[in-house]
């Protein structure tokens, strides 16, 4: 059979975000693929030199638009790194309470974006009202519903407001007594499973040496995950386990996303109990004269895609001289992709690419 | 752990130099003929993850330097150190800087190679596509680098443009 070039993206059905791919085609089956990032580059990391080291919030967080919060996250980590700050202890623990709630807020997201692409609209339906009531607390909480510039070097902007860990608690009640409506309907549903079982599989060797993080290497046995190998914030303060699967297909990866809302959920609660009293933010100099020190950092987070990680370089001025964020789609979306679809069929593009939790502006930054 | 490496690379690179900051991290400068055989090396010894590939522009001393930044898949069984990741730095001239591709060593540095060749403009020698992998044009400068005007650029390209209404035929 002849092969034929076909142009997957930006405009596609199929397709979530401004993204591409030049797939190689025989027939129905991919034989090669080439990922076309960059109708969302917006040269962040260039315009951050220009801005100080404040005015750059506005900025990262808008790099993923999904989970917002682990980018400020990340870069309030390398300023602190860089400038030795140290956070105190309350801050830590809502930083991660904050941060868990952003992670099941995606994970909704990404299940909306999954369920919706595969024709299960009612339970994308779902997924998206669930997420609505925890942008509720989140508006309660930051005052923003998507970007909220919450996490400030540090520490955290302000303490919960009063009454606001009872009404979480609510929502996450609210959210997590549908777990078996979304059991019967979507994570055990026989539809679902032979469709997604066996798709766009990423063996463990692959995952290692593409760079696979988040759910693509936990997919495949493997327990990495950064709030556990390399514990920030307050991960290390309560007790938590590492969801995985074993067969490295879009059936497991989905999988792994339904068990780790249900842990962060518990997470959410242990750290509530945990909490202690006490400020919530270190006095930082004059933000529009912040001066920070000479030297470069490498910090790391565990965003809901995977690693994420900003390399941040100070040349003692008042802004930083570089900064370049490593973002789990990066890998994902150009390197594993890339060796996914080879061999699958191009009805399971959308399906494999979204299992893999890729987000386009996370790329292109 | 890192003392221990360290002492390893210093015995079998002559040409590097290292040092180790409080938090432990590792950083390791070498010259860029001996980048991919301390890549290697550094892979056989437990660094079998490269997590980054970055460039930075020093223009006042006309430089661009690549940093790797390596890390190891740990499971969180394993508690035998090493969790910092670790740097390694090379500089090449700013005037025709080329470096060697470090891809059959580590496939996922394929990316970010061509994104360093299309925003800093180092050419790497065996990348087997160094096609633009953002931008649509070639531009003179590589817009990454400290000489490349963001301001100066937008105002040339869309300061042109008319505002809405201005310069347009009403429908």
Known sequence: ?365 | MSDSLRDRLEVVFKDISSEVDVDGRLTVHANPASVLSVLGFLKDDGYDYLVLVSCIDWIDEGALEVVYVLSRYLDPADTDGGRVPMLLKTRVPRESPVLASSIEIFPVAEPHEREIHELFGIRFYGHPRLTPLFLEREYEVPPFRKDFDTRQYVEEVFGNVPPVGEGTQAL
Not at chain 1, 67 to 88: C, F
Not at chain 1, 105 to 127: C, E, K, R
Not at chain 1, 281 to 302: F, H, M, Q, S
Not at chain 1, 327 to 341: D, F, N
């Open chain 1, 1 to 365: 059979m002849r092969e034929l070039d076909l142009y997957f993206g930006p405009q596609h059905l199929g397709m979530v975000g401004n993204f591409s791919i030049t797939l190689t085609v025989e027939g129905d089956r991919i034989m090669r693929a080439a990922a076309n990032p960059g109708y969302l580059h917006r040269g962040f990391e260039k315009l951050m030199e220009l801005r100080s080291w404040i005015k750059d919030f506005p900025l990262v967080c808008r790099m993923n638009v999904v989970e917002p919060d682990s980018m400020e996250m990340i870069y309030a980590m390398g300023v602190e790194k860089l400038a030795g700050i140290e956070v105190p202890e309350r801050a830590e623990f809502i930083r991660s309470i904050y941060l868990e709630m952003a992670r099941v807020g995606s994970h909704l997201f990404g299940l909306w974006a999954y369920a919706n692409m595969l024709g299960f609209d009612t339970v994308a339906q779902w997924a998206m009202y669930h997420r609505d009531l925890l942008l509720d607390r989140f508006e309660e909480l930051t005052g923003g519903r998507v970007y909220h510039i919450y996490i400030w070097p540090g520490g955290v902007r302000r303490d919960f407001p009063e009454g606001f860990e009872e009404r979480l608690v609510e929502t996450l009640h609210a959210i997590g007594g549908c777990v078996p409506d979304y059991d019967a309907a979507f994570f055990n549903n026989p539809i679902f499973r032979e469709r997604a079982k066996g798709v766009g599989t990423v063996t463990r060797e692959d995952a290692l040496a593409m760079g696979g993080t988040g759910q693509v290497m936990r997919a495949t046995g493997m327990a990495y995950d950064i709030r556990k190998v390399d514990p920030y914030a307050a991960y290390d303060r309560v007790p938590w386990e590492v969801p995985t699967r074993e067969d490295g297909d879009a059936y497991s990866r989905i999988q792994i996303v339904r068990d780790e809302m249900i842990e962060s959920v518990h997470m959410i609660f242990n750290l509530l109990d945990a909490m202690p009293q006490g400020p919530v933010y270190e006095r930082t100099p004059n933000p529009l004269k912040w001066r920070i020190p000479k030297g470069d950092a490498y910090v790391r987070c565990e965003s809901s895609r995977g690693e994420l990680g900003v390399y941040i370089l100070s040349n003692g001025g008042e802004s930083p001289h570089r900064v370049h964020f490593r973002t789990p789609s990066y890998p994902h979306g150009l390197t594993v992709l890339e060796k996914a679809l080879v061999g699958e069929s191009i009805s399971d593009v959308g399906n494999i690419m979204i299992s893999m939790y890729v987000v386009a502006p996370e790329i292109d930054r």
